[in-house]
């Protein structure tokens, strides 16, 4: 599939906040520019759980720091969802922290598929969904991960339905701490990220790519602030390899 994004300089970002208009307002106490829109802007969807939210200072979210890479790096995109970060968090080359996503303390894949038609109306429809979802389901609802792909299979059909180009980037979910994680859990996250490839294989096609994103491998428990939530740490490395796979399948 031949996908097609523009990376626009943060020049030509400046001068277009003169040229379109900014709906979005600057977050409160910060001198900085707000987040800018324009019809080559790749809208990023964060979908999934607390991992997802954040809880800064206790625990943090992996989405500040993708997003200082992308802003970095020249990338046009806005993070979008009906939810916005609490917790302040630094402008980086003089622009605001994109501060949207639809992530959810203890949200499982039936919670997503509830919300994702309401995420559609509020937000827009994403290009790229970043889809890191499953833990609240194998550790807390008991669900098998036979049936957790499942609902992950159906929320991907349904994000397939509301944009036929969308790319989506599936997690291979990180483990919780190693004295949090029984025989029985680690058994069945395990099998679940085990099982994600297929899904790949399943739901990609000549349009939507679906892409793995292993968080799980060289894995440790100094990446954790507790049982299941990353600290500082743990949040730069599942960015970082967030934006890895966006460097390597979203072209110029």
């Not at 379109?20 to 324009?38: A, F, T």
């Not at 997503?112 to 389901?137: A, C, F, K, W």
């Not at 980037?169 to 679940?192: C, D, H, W, Y």
């Not at 990446?223 to 110029?252: C, M, Q, W």
Request: negative net charge; glycine residues 8%; hydrophobic residues 40%.
């Amino acid at each position: 599939m031949n996908v097609q994004f523009v990376k626009r300089s943060l020049s030509f970002i400046v001068l277009a906040c003169l040229l379109i208009s900014c709906d979005d307002e600057v977050n409160p106490g910060q001198d900085c520019n707000p987040k800018l829109h324009s019809d080559t802007t790749l809208k990023i969807l964060p979908l999934g759980d607390s991992r997802v939210e954040g809880g800064s200072p206790e625990f943090e979210s992996y989405r500040y720091t993708l997003w200082r890479n992308l802003i970095e790096n020249s990338w046009d995109v806005d993070f979008i969802g009906s939810r916005k970060e609490e917790a302040e968090q630094a402008p980086v080359l003089g622009t605001c922290f994109d501060n949207e996503h639809e992530g959810t303390g203890g949200a499982t894949t039936v919670d997503i598929l509830e919300t994702l038609t309401q995420v559609g109306d509020n937000s827009g429809v994403p290009d790229i969904v970043l889809l890191g979802i499953g833990g609240n389901d194998l550790l807390d609802g008991g669900a098998s991960p036979e049936a957790t792909i499942a609902n992950i299979e159906k929320i991907i059909d349904k994000l397939q339905t509301q944009n036929p180009m969308v790319v989506i980037f599936l997690e291979q979910i990180a483990p919780g701490r190693s004295n949090f994680m029984t025989p029985a859990n680690t058994v069945k996250l395990n099998t679940f990220n085990g099982l994600i490839p297929e899904v790949v294989q399943r739901k990609s096609n000549d349009n939507s790519m679906v892409i793995a994103v292993d968080m799980a491998v060289e894995w440790k428990d100094e990446y954790l602030a507790d049982p299941v939530h990353y600290n500082l740490s743990g949040a730069k490395l599942v960015a970082d390899r967030y934006f890895a796979a966006i460097e390597l399948n979203i072209t110029e």
